[in-house]
Structures are given as C-alpha cells and as structure tokens.
C-alpha cells in the first residue's frame, strides 16, 4: 500500500522538526493565523445567552452632556449608588476614574466616599501609568495592603509602575479596588505585583464581593487561579504570566445595558408606585458594573462580534466566564508540538500511498478533521487547538514531498536522457558507417576486389548487428506511451475486467452483463490464470443477488470427502473429528451466489449430489437425514473440455446440461495481445504510478506465450516494479524482466527462421499464416503476420528496392506461381506501409502521421519500415499496382 523510503520519510521529519522550532522561536506568526481561525470559529458558533446576573449602567455622550459634562459632579455618582444600595445590587463595580479630590467639591467627595462606606458592596478601579514584563526592585507598594494578595513562591506576573487610584477617603471606605488592564484586548492579566504583592484584576474583585468572600479563598497557582464560593470552586485557567483569555460569548446587543440617566429618571418615578416592587426584583442581588461608554471618552476594542466594543463589556464577559467556568483554555505547547508531529508523520504516509488519488484525498480528510476537531473542542468545551502550525506542517511537508519525487523523476529522466542521446549518437555513428560501406560494396561489385568484397560484407554485417543492438536499447531506454497508442482504442474496466475497446473481451463483457441479472446457471471455459473468478464475482456484482454472499470454492483443491463436507455440511459425529454439526458453503451462499472452480475434477458421486442441488434446490449434510432447501445461483467454472469429459464417461452428461445453461468462454492471453499494454500499465500503476514499462518491455511481453495467462503476466509486472524501485529507476527494462521472458526474447530471431521457413513449406498458400501458427503452438495468427509483414520489409531494404531480387530471396524457390503470391503480398505490405506518405510534406512530418503503421509490429522491423518510408518520400521506388 505504502512506497515511502527512508529518504522520504527523513524529509518529512525534518521539515516537521522545522516548523515546530518556527513555532517555539516565531510564534506570534502561527498565533496570528490562529487568531484569525478563532474569529471565524466564532462566527460559526454564533452568539450564547449572556448571564442575566451582569446589568451594566453606562454614561454616553447624551447623558455626561446633559449632566453638565465632564467631570461630572460626584454627587451624581453618589446618588447612583444610593439607588443601587436601594435596590439590593450584590455588588456594584465602579470603572469611573475617582483618583483626585478638588477642595471646592470636598463636600461631594465626602458625600460618595460615605455612601460607598454605607454601600459596603462597592469595587473601585485603578490603574497603572506602566506595565513591564521585567521583576521589580521594588519592595514596598504604595497601595494599601488591604487591597493586596500574597504573591506565592513560584508565580510570575506583570510589572505595575506608579499606580493610580481613588482618592484618599475613597480609599479608606471602599470594599475592594482592581486594576482594569487589558492584553492584546481580548486577555486579561489577573494580578499585577506593585512590591512584593499582588494587585487583583478588577472583575476578580467584584466576583468575590458579590460573595462576600474572604481574600482568603481567592487560591493562587501556577496556570490555575480557584475561587472558592458557596461550597462551588470557580477555575480560571492562566498562562504562565497569570493571564486570562476572555471567551467572548456575544456581542453589545447580547449585553444588558441601561443609560444611567434613564435609570436614575426611572428610579425616580417609580419609587413611590407599585412598578417599585418590579424594579427592585430586576436589579436585587444583580452584579452592577458602572462605566463610560462614549465616543472620544472611553476606550473600544475589537471583538469576534464587534469592531467597537466598549471595554466594560470585557469585564462583564470575564464575569460570565467565571460564572460559568467557560474561559479559553489554549493547548499546552507540549501537546501544540506533538500534534504538529502527528500531522507531518501522516502526511509523510499519506504521501507513501501508492494511488497518489488516495493521498490526496487523505490529505483533504486530514486537514477538514484537523479543523472540524479544533471546532468542536472551541465550541463545545471552549478549548483552543492550533490549526496555523499542523496546516502549515501539511502544506510544507508536501510540498516537500512533491519537489523531492519531481527532482527524482527528474533525475531519472535526465540520466535515461543521457544515455538516450549517448546510444543514439553512437547509433548514427555506426548507421553512417553501415551506409558507407554499404555504397563502397556496391561499388566493388562491378570490379574484381573479391577479398576487399568479403571483408566489406563480413563488416556490413557486424555493423547490422551493432545497429540493431543499439536501436534495442535505445529503446530500453524510452519509456512505453501505452495511452497515446490505443487512444482509438481506450482501456476500459468492468467489474475488476480490464480490457481494450474492440478487443476479444468487449463481447465477452457485453454479453456477462446481459446474462447477470437472472438465477440460471453459468458455466466459464478458461485456462488457468484467465479471470475466471473475475468474471463469476461481476455476474454476481451485477445481479438482484449482490447484496446477498458471494461463496468460491476451488473443487480441485479437496479430496473428494472433504469437498462434500466442505459443500454440503456435516452432522456432529458424521466422521471422525466431526465434534459440531457445521453448515456447508451451499447453505451459507443461501439467496446470493456460490462459484465452483474447476468443476471438472469432481467425482462421479459428488456430481449426483450436486445435480440435486441444481433440480430442486435441495440438500443434505454429510451423516444428516434432515433435507434443507437453499436458493443459490451455481456459476461452474473449468478449464477441461467437459463435453470430452462427457464422452468419456467421466463427467455426468445430465449434469454437464444442467452447469451449461449459459456458457463464457475466456480467451488466453496470447490471444489478447493488443490488451498486454493494457493490462501491464493497469498492473503496473498497482505498484507505483510512477513506474513505466519501456518499449522494449512492452514488446517483449507482447511476443510471450503467457501460459500462465493474466495471473503470470501481473507477477512479471510486480516482480520487475520492484526491482526498478530497488535501483530508484522510473522505467522497467528489459533486464527487470524475468530469465524465461528474456530468453523468449533472445530467440525472436529463430522464431523469425521458424514462420518464414514454414510458410516457405506451405508454399505461401491462402491458409499459409493460420497453419504455421498453429504448427507453433497456437501462436497467434496476428503475430505470425506481423514477424511476415517485418521480414519483407527487413528483405526489401537490404535488397536496395529490388523487387524480383527480395521476391527470390522470400521464397527460396523459382516457381513463378509461388513468386507471383509473394510478389503480390510485398507489394500489399509496403502499399500499406507508405500509404500516408505525401511528397508535400517533409520527412519528418510523414514519419509523425505514419506512426500507426508501427503497431503490432515487432520492434526489430521498425528500422525497416522507417527506411522504406523515408526512401519512398524520396521516391527511390515505386510500387505498380
């Protein structure tokens, strides 16, 4: 299934190792990216009720214009919180600025310091003018320590530089202050040291007040912060810096807010009616924060849900999430890096895969799982996973992997090149010699130089033989363009048959899909290795029974008491070892179909028994007397004559006619020739897609007599894929191929001497071709043709166009009858050869429109006939008709 190498798998390793230091030394990159994803996660999510717990009372420009604008006179706010006070509020968190007290309003201070003493609900923020990162040499704080935590052993916080808060009688009768400070927007830092302590988060506060907690329940740790209230503890989880990520479960409108003015003016009104008791149920034990919101006066930031969100909302988000223990949790990078390995170790796999067509789509399934899983952990669990750094592992391990098989194709077809353009340049070289002195030959002809003849003819012949070797592995050397040569007759593929268009096969698959849909009978001739089996499971496959079993059995493989057992089922104690009753492949195939393979070496006994099947439908187990009834479909298969069989007494006749109701019978291959290519690129891609056969190969195994049919033919191909993988090559030679082909291969020549020497016998008669084919072993007829077909061609060109001179020498004999038909088929032969030749068009353009002229023609000829039809474009000789 899988062709990585340990190169490969070394590459995706390291562009893995690459991208998890990138993440650890850049990681503002990837966090970006992430951000970005969340947004849109966001978006898919959607909006979440907000706790009704939170009501916010904001100031906007209307309402600070409308009270005399800014600063507003603190008996406002005082007035405001008396009314809250009223109303029963759990806690009322104050984000206004109180930080100076003026002389001419000390009055209005004392007014609201002694109403937020009488409150004893109220949380005031502060500020600091700087934050760093770095530890402070500071060792005091300036901030009352009431309003201060321990910082314990261990814990790294922010920096907080020259605070700001209330003013000093604020200080003394306020519950609680916090520090309103954002990072990045969207984090909130839950402590800040000033000195040696810690300064609470502004939302922390108002939670534990509304409470009433102790400072004291408040548990500070490395990466979680617990609050214990009302026997529940609230966690919120922090980095290592003790910040917070909000989870921003709407936007402003999802928010519970109401204009101080208007409430004050609704307070007012309403006190002294019914509509009292209404109001006081609405704000009772609510959390309150009160805060600005107006253009130009307070800050906005932006959210998943809003380009302007006010910065109140934050903490009443930050409130939420601690209400309901639903803040972000982002992975540790520990488990961040093993999940970026995992993505480049299966990618690296997915690459390996051997159909590229499943790697992609792995890939495709890997990186939407990837993303559908990091968007059900953020929505339901509110846990955040990297997706920018496991993506961008995919995308570059291959891209990787794709560069690295295109350098190593490239690599090979660069050297096949080489030794391409290193045979073809050798191969002109001896061709031009060959013509040399072929021409000094002729010239010593009409002169008395005998010995300078010989050794002319002796070279000549020696050159021949070099040319011809070199043209083999110039050959050898070029991949086989097994598409672009049956583009008229395109492969096809049924049910796992694959064949080519006007092929011995498309009738045989016609006329299987014409006979599958019915329960009758079938029986399939084939020698071994021909697809039987193929054949019985698209019968199957293309039934009303497909839904239902498909049962093989190889008949031939059983001794005839275990077949029957096997078939028909035993009883518990039919034979020894018989220790439970087991049902039969008939009885387990019930409603679908059982095929029996090689039906013909079944005994007479068994044959009676499976003639009752065929009848009735009936059966019993071995040592049983109970008879069971069974609806099977019997496909028999064979690659005996049975009707010899019948004749001879050894195949029951009655059952012979119940099996061959309906009759497949399945060429060998060697009648299959066009199909090699076919098959063998089919086969091939099984191993690797990359892979090709060269011409030589192709033309090898089209001359072989595949004995062992399609079965022998996809072990050649396995074997020599993985003898070209083992060398890192892209193309299949002849030397990848097995002895026994090759030594075919090597003895073309003598199969040339053997037709020619038989058709010679049979005096080239009408049924010449047929005769010697079968005197061959039932060769094919095509290929007793085409080895006549090259052998003039071959006999024409060393003739130098002489027609009468490559007639002699084709028939060895001097019967002008027997001439005449040779003659007569020569000239058909070389008509069909350079019917495309047009003297219009230049030598090389007739060659390209010729090209199907080479088909099935064995690749020796191919000089000859390029020579023919490059003379012919020359006019060197004329065929009369």
């Not at 704080?141 to 314990?152: H, Q």
């Not at 990297?386 to 992997?401: D, E, K, R």
């Not at 492949?585 to 009752?612: C, H, P, W, Y």
């Not at 690659?639 to 004749?647: E, F, G, H, I, R």
């Amino acid at each position: 299934m899988m062709q990585i190498n340990f190169k490969q798998f070394i590459l995706g390793i390291c562009v893995t190792i690459i991208i998890i230091f990138s993440s650890l030394l850049f990681p503002a990159v990837f966090e970006n990216i992430d951000r970005s994803i969340l947004s849109i996660e966001y978006q898919l999510r959607g909006t979440k009720s907000v706790d009704t717990s939170i009501v916010i009372l904001y100031l906007d420009n209307d309402d600070i214009a409308s009270l005399g604008g800014l600063p507003l006179k603190r008996s406002y706010y005082a007035l405001l919180i008396d009314a809250l006070r009223d109303l029963d509020v759990g806690v009322i968190g104050f984000d206004i600025a109180l930080t100076e007290s003026k002389r001419e309003f000390q009055e209005y201070d004392n007014l609201l310091a002694a109403v937020v003493e009488k409150a004893n609900n109220v949380v005031i923020s502060g500020y600091f003018r700087e934050l760093s990162e770095y530890q402070s040499r500071d060792t005091i704080s300036v901030i009352p320590d009431r309003f201060l935590y321990k910082k314990p052993q261990g814990i790294n916080v922010m920096q907080g530089h020259q605070p700001e808060l209330p003013f000093e009688n604020m200080l003394k009768n306020v519950n609680a202050i916090g520090h309103t400070h954002l990072i990045g927007d969207t984090r909130i830092p839950l402590f800040i040291q000033n000195g040696q302590t810690l300064f609470p988060a502004f939302a922390i506060e108002i939670f534990r007040v509304n409470d009433r907690s102790p400072k004291s329940d408040v548990i500070i740790s490395s990466g979680d912060v617990k609050i214990n209230v009302r026997e529940a503890t609230h966690h919120i989880p922090v980095n290592n810096n003790m910040v917070a990520s909000i989870n921003f479960v709407g936007g402003i409108t999802d928010l519970k807010m109401i204009s101080v003015v208007n409430f004050l003016k609704m307070y007012d009104r309403i006190k002294t009616n019914t509509v009292y008791a209404d109001l006081l149920d609405q704000f009772r034990g609510k959390i309150v924060l009160v805060g600005i919101i107006a253009e130009g006066r307070s800050k906005f930031i932006e959210t998943p849900f809003n380009d302007e969100f006010p910065v109140i909302g934050v903490h009443a988000f930050f409130l939420h999430n601690l209400l309901h223990n639903n803040f972000l949790r982002y992975s540790p990078e520990p488990i961040n890096l093993i999940i970026i390995l995992l993505c480049g170790i299966i990618c690296t796999f997915l690459m390996g895969i051997k159909r590229e067509v499943y790697g992609w789509i792995g890939l495709i399934m890997l990186v939407i799982m990837l993303i559908l899983i990091s968007f059900v952990f953020f929505s339901n669990y509110s846990y955040v996973l990297p997706v920018a750094a496991p993506i961008s592992t995919i995308f570059l391990v291959t891209v990787s992997m794709l560069i690295y098989k295109h350098k190593l194709i490239r690599g090979h077809i660069d050297f096949l090149a080489r030794e391409k353009e290193k045979t073809t340049s050798l191969l002109q070289s001896k061709e031009m010699q060959l013509v040399k002195l072929e021409k000094e030959f002729q010239s010593l002809q009409r002169s008395d130089a005998e010995k300078r003849r010989t050794q002319l003819q002796e070279e000549i012949t020696k050159y021949k033989t070099e040319v011809s070797q070199l043209k083999e592995l110039a050959e050898d050397l070029q991949p086989a363009s097994i598409s672009s040569e049956f583009v008229k007759k395109p492969c096809k593929e049924f049910c796992g048959i694959v064949y080519g268009n006007n092929g011995p096969m498309e009738g045989i698959v016609s006329f299987i899909k014409k006979i599958a849909d019915n329960n009758a009978a079938v029986l399939i001739y084939g020698e071994s290795g021909t697809g039987k089996e193929l054949v019985a499971r698209a019968l199957h496959e293309n039934s009303r029974r497909k839904q239902k079993p498909f049962i093989a059995v190889n008949c031939g493989a059983l001794a005839e008491g275990l077949l029957e057992s096997e078939l028909f089922g035993h009883e518990r104690g039919a034979f020894t070892g018989a220790v439970k009753e087991k049902a039969g492949r008939f009885e387990m195939a019930d409603g679908g179909t059982i095929f029996l393979d090689e039906i013909g070496e079944t005994s007479e006994n068994f044959q009676v028994k499976l003639l009752r099947v065929l009848q009735d439908g009936t059966l019993e187990r071995v040592g049983g007397t109970q008879t069971k009834k069974v609806d099977v479909r019997v496909i028999a298969a064979t690659n005996k004559n049975l009707q010899q069989a019948v004749d001879e007494k050894r195949f029951r006749e009655d059952l012979y006619y119940r099996l061959k109701v309906l009759e497949v019978d399945l060429p060998p291959l060697r009648e299959r020739i066009e199909d090699i290519p076919i098959l063998a690129e089919h086969f091939m891609n099984q191993e690797d897609k990359v892979i090709k056969c060269s011409k030589s190969v192709i033309e090898i195994l089209k001359q072989y007599a595949w004995k062992g049919n399609i079965r022998e033919l996809q072990s050649v191909i396995k074997r020599a894929a993985l003898l070209a993988k083992a060398e890192e090559r892209s193309i299949v030679r002849m030397k990848d191929v097995s002895v026994e082909i090759t030594q075919g291969e090597k003895t073309l020549v003598d199969l040339e001497k053997k037709i020619i020497s038989l058709l010679r016998e049979k005096k080239f008669s009408r049924n010449s071709i047929s005769e010697t084919a079968d005197d061959l072993g039932g060769l094919n007829r095509g290929t007793v043709a085409e080895y006549f077909r090259g052998y003039c061609f071959k006999t024409f060109y060393e003739c130098q166009w002489n027609f009468s001179k490559a007639v002699m020498i084709i028939s060895q004999i001097e019967d002008p009858i027997i001439n005449k038909k040779v003659e007569k088929k020569l000239r058909e032969y070389l008509r069909n050869g350079i019917e495309l030749v047009d003297l219009q068009k230049t030598i090389e353009q007739v060659t390209i429109t010729s090209k199907s002229k080479y088909k099935n023609l064995p690749q020796k000829y191919h000089y000859y006939l390029t020579e023919i039809i490059n003379a012919a474009c020359r006019s060197e000789f004329k065929i009369n008709s």
